[in-house]
């Protein structure tokens, strides 16, 4: 039985003998003694130390298994305790030319990402990654609402043609999915309240730090619901991720060195901005917009929100904000248009604290077949495509909703890493598809 180093590091196990298995992570080889970091299969690390002859043909990333006895020492690196290293078997010898040390580029990084990954700061995001998964399923499954998946091949745009990934299907053409949202629409009529976490794919032109060709996309959808409904399970949802990841990531967050005080404050309720509101909010503070031609005008009522936009309204927040009501026309075909207030839509986007922005759209849809035939045309789009879904608006169409959260853009808030890439092990992007 081999041990993880988490759990040898502990006052039972002072004065006893264990076996751990791992790899060299750092080596520091002296006349007498030679110092192993040796890290496990989770990425926890112990300084295992071996007579210099012993660990001679030692490298870096070599694999190996250890046993010896667990002492107590304060100069132990990462926790005061250490493994006297009595015998040594190694799996693997690696050539002494591993490709990441202390210093390299992010290209490089990102090159040899599968090997990225046995670094302390990709350990430390993967784990953080893992615990948002996981509490994001089990808030779902503790509420009630039932998972379901849905095809990542097909015929139809969601959110609009321009960043749709086409391919070959056998003898016809088909997309990636950008959103499973029109399977979970379908899928309410009989099965209420459901969720997904299947992966999305926009064939993003832009190369900014918060677009990914693929991401992992938490999806839900219910019949019998308002927009303050969504709104609702959309704020409790992210506080509850929120919470338990940092109770259960503080060691992975701290190494990131991530000040979590203002996530403990992420609690319901959150802000609710009127779209209105918050062009007002930005036209007072002189914001602009670039138009076509480069020209520049001040933002109006009817312009969606840019990333700079958001960064503006959110960077003193520190709980996120909802901007509720954008017009429908800066939105995609399905929102549901307030009856009460043409042109606009029953829907929302949640933005991130401090100029992380948007992170959720949701909102009701539009349920009634004329109208949603009107919009699809009105989208350049062809009704035909979407014969099953207008299905739907047929056979028992009721008020419904819902919303899709984006994980990565979750991670990047949660951990406050620069780049979206980092918050995924083998990121997709419009220049990288490899490894
Ligand atoms: O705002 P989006 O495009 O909305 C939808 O796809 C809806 N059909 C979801 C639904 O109602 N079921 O995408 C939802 C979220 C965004 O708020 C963002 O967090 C994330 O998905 N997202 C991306 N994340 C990384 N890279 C991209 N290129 C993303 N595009 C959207
Ligand atoms: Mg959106």
Not at 5 to 19: L, M, P, Y
Not at 213 to 225: G, K, M
Not at 259 to 287: C, N, W
Request: with cysteine.
């Amino acid at each position: 039985m081999y041990l993880r180093t988490k759990d040898v590091k502990s006052q039972d196990f002072v004065g006893k003998e264990v076996t751990i298995r791992g790899w060299v992570h750092r080596l520091r080889k002296q006349k007498e003694n030679a110092f192993v970091l040796v890290r496990d299969d989770r990425g926890g690390v112990i300084q295992c130390v071996f007579p210099a002859e012993k660990a001679a043909g030692l490298t870096i990333e070599s694999s190996l298994e250890v046993a010896g006895t667990v002492s107590q020492d304060s100069r132990a690196p990462e926790g005061g305790f250490e493994i006297k290293g009595k015998t040594l078997k190694t799996f693997n010898i690696a050539p002494p030319d591993y490709p990441i040390g202390e210093y390299q580029s992010d290209e490089l990084l990102l090159d040899k990402r599968h090997l990225t990954l046995r670094t302390r700061k990709m350990i430390a995001i993967a784990k953080i990654r893992s615990s948002v998964l996981h509490y994001g399923r089990r808030w779902f499954v503790e509420n009630g609402w039932m998972e379901v998946t849905a095809p990542t091949i097909v015929k139809g745009a969601v959110e609009g043609g321009s960043t749709l990934f086409k391919l070959k299907y056998f003898d016809e053409e088909a997309y990636l999915s950008q959103s499973a949202q029109l399977y979970l629409e379908a899928m309410i009529f009989s099965l209420g309240p459901v969720w997904s976490l299947t992966p999305s794919f926009r064939a993003e032109r832009s190369r900014t730090v918060r677009h990914l060709a693929e991401f992992s996309h938490l999806e839900a959808e219910a019949p019998w619901v308002t927009l303050e409904d969504i709104l609702s399970t959309e704020e409790q949802l992210v506080s509850y991720i929120i919470q338990n990841t940092i109770t259960e990531r503080a060691e992975e967050l701290e190494f990131l060195k991530r000040d979590v005080s203002d996530l403990k404050k992420v609690q319901p309720p959150f802000e609710r901005m009127p779209y209105d509101k918050a062009i007002d909010t930005l036209r007072s503070r002189g914001f602009q917009v670039v138009q076509e031609d480069g020209s520049r005008r001040d933002i109006q009522f009817g312009d969606d929100l840019s990333i700079d936009s958001e960064r503006e309204l959110t960077k003193d927040a520190d709980k996120p904000i909802f901007v509720v009501g954008y017009p429908i026309a800066v939105k995609p075909f399905y929102v549901k248009e307030d009856p009460e207030r043409q042109g606009v839509g029953l829907t929302a986007d949640m933005l991130a604290p401090r100029g992380f922005g948007e992170i959720t759209s949701g909102g009701l849809r539009e349920d009634d077949m004329a109208s949603i035939v009107n919009r699809i045309k009105k989208e350049g789009l062809n009704p035909d495509a979407y014969d099953w879904y207008l299905d739907l608006r047929k056979y028992g169409s009721v008020p419904h909703g819902g919303f899709g959260l984006g994980i990565e853009r979750l991670i990047r808030w949660i951990t406050n890493v620069e780049d979206i890439k980092d918050t995924v092990l083998f990121p997709r992007t419009m220049s990288r598809v490899t490894p």
